[in-house]
T-cell receptor, first 113, second 112 residues
Framework: DAGITQSPRYKITETGRQVTLMCHQTWSHSYMFWYRQDLGHGLRLIYYSAAADITDKGEVPDGYVVSRSKTENFPLTLESATRSQTSVYFC????????????FGNGTRLTVT | QKEVEQDPGPLSVPEGAIVSLNCTYSNSAFQYFMWYRQYSRKGPELLMYTYSSGNKEDGRFTAQVDKSSKYISLFIRDSQPSDSATYLC????????????FGTGTRLTVIP
């Protein structure tokens, strides 16, 4: 089925470990985004990508790395996980053009111990 | 001060009630206003999209924007248990913006 898939759905990792969250979309949307959702903060943009090999920082990029070698994939890597990165991470995509809405995946719940 | 303020609730109403959800914002450049609905353990989904001031209606849902007061509302008529979710407002200064600002969300429960 077409859509946006995030994996894993749940992840527990230890402080200092590297962890990669995966995002795959089947619509061939040019824009892809990573958000984190925390109580009291709502959704905050980490990184986004306008096309393959084009990425840019959002509001809270520190401690995260992204890449986009293929249009359909947009992995998010935490290079050295910290407890403050415990959160729910959402990937989203949208086509270019006016009024195009964001389509969200169902999230990855990450716990850093 | 946050760009977007939203009362987190929670809000509980009986089935059939009219629900009013609200957000205020500080950036007068915001022109595009959205409401997303998020069910538990799911990603947000777009519910309503409005541009500038005025009202927009879609079935039981009405989105209202008052730019002079920097205030937006979402009204749900004849609320149903299936409307139980968290509602997020979002806004941006220009269309297609990658800097979409979200409220923290209001959790709504509709009691049968």
């Amino acid at each position: 089925d077409a859509g946006i898939t995030q994996s894993p759905r749940y992840k527990i990792t230890e402080t200092g470990r590297q962890v990669t969250l995966m995002c795959h979309q089947t619509w061939s949307h040019s824009y892809m985004f990573w958000y984190r959702q925390d109580l009291g903060h709502g959704l905050r943009l980490i990184y986004y990508s306008a096309a393959a090999d084009i990425t840019d920082k959002g509001e809270v990029p520190d401690g995260y790395v992204v890449s986009r070698s293929k249009t359909e994939n947009f992995p998010l890597t935490l290079e050295s996980a910290t407890r403050s990165q415990t959160s729910v991470y959402f990937c989203a995509s949208r086509p270019p053009g006016v009024n195009s809405p964001l389509h969200f995946g169902n999230g990855t719940r990450l716990t850093v111990t | 001060q946050k760009e977007v303020e939203q009362d987190p609730g929670p809000l509980s109403v009986p089935e059939g009630a009219i629900v009013s959800l609200n957000c205020t914002y500080s950036n007068s450049a915001f022109q595009y206003f959205m409401w997303y609905r998020q069910y538990s353990r799911k990603g947000p989904e777009l519910l309503m999209y409005t541009y500038s001031s005025g009202n927009k209606e879609d079935g039981r849902f009405t989105a209202q924007v008052d730019k002079s007061s920097k205030y937006i509302s979402l009204f749900i008529r004849d609320s149903q248990p299936s409307d139980s979710a968290t509602y997020l407002c979002a806004m941006s200064a220009w269309t297609g913006a990658n800097n979409l600002f979200f409220g923290t969300g209001t959790r709504l429960t509709v009691i049968p």
